[in-house]
C-alpha cells in the first residue's frame, strides 16, 4: 500500500501542535521533508504571520519545561542555541534570577534531603547542581538553608 504524501504545512503544523518550537529547529526538522519546489522559510514566515510560530511562546514553554529541574546558566545556554534575540534572553534572565535560590534548593532536596557530613559528599552535591546550571551562590544558598523559610 502506497503511503501518503504529507505536506509540509501539514508536518510543521503537526509539530506544533505537539510542543512549541523555535523557527530554527522547526526549519531543520521540515528541511528533511522538503522536496525540489518546496521554500521552507517561506512557509516559516507564513506561520509566523499567522501566530502558529512564537519566538516567545516558544521561550515561555522552554523555561517552564526546564526551570523544575535546571538552573539559568542551562536554561539560557538552551535558549541561545535556538537563537533566541538578546532582548528576550535578558527578560527572561530577569524572571528566573528571582527563583533560582528556591528552585536549587528544590532540585537539591529531591536529590539528596540532608546535606552530607563529608567534604567528598558536599562536593559531589554541588557538582550535581553545578552540573544541572545553578550558580554557586544559589548552591551554597540551598545547602546552607536549614529549613525552607531561610533561603
Do not use: C
Not at 34 to 44: I, K, M, P, S
Not at 101 to 119: H, I, M, P, Y
Not at 123 to 134: N, V
Amino acid at each position: 500500500m502506497a503511503k501518503l504524501q504529507v505536506s509540509l504545512k501539514a508536518r510543521a503544523l503537526r509539530y506544533l501542535s505537539a510542543r512549541e518550537h523555535s523557527r530554527q529547529e522547526l526549519a531543520r526538522k521540515l528541511a528533511r521533508y522538503a522536496q525540489e519546489g518546496d521554500d521552507v522559510e517561506a512557509l516559516l514566515d507564513t506561520l509566523e504571520a499567522a501566530k502558529f510560530l512564537s519566538e516567545a511562546r516558544f521561550s515561555e514553554s522552554l523555561v517552564n519545561r526546564r526551570a523544575a529541574r535546571f538552573g539559568n546558566s542551562r536554561i539560557l545556554s538552551e535558549l541561545k542555541s535556538h537563537n533566541i534575540d538578546p532582548d528576550t534572553l535578558t527578560e527572561i534572565k530577569a524572571g528566573l534570577a528571582l527563583d533560582e535560590n528556591a528552585r536549587a534548593r528544590e532540585v537539591w532536596l529531591r536529590k539528596f534531603g540532608t546535606v552530607a557530613s563529608d567534604a567528598s559528599g558536599r562536593a559531589k552535591q554541588m557538582r550535581f547542581l553545578l552540573q544541572r546550571g545553578f550558580s554557586h551562590r544559589a548552591i551554597l544558598a540551598a545547602m546552607r538553608a536549614k529549613d525552607e523559610d531561610e533561603y
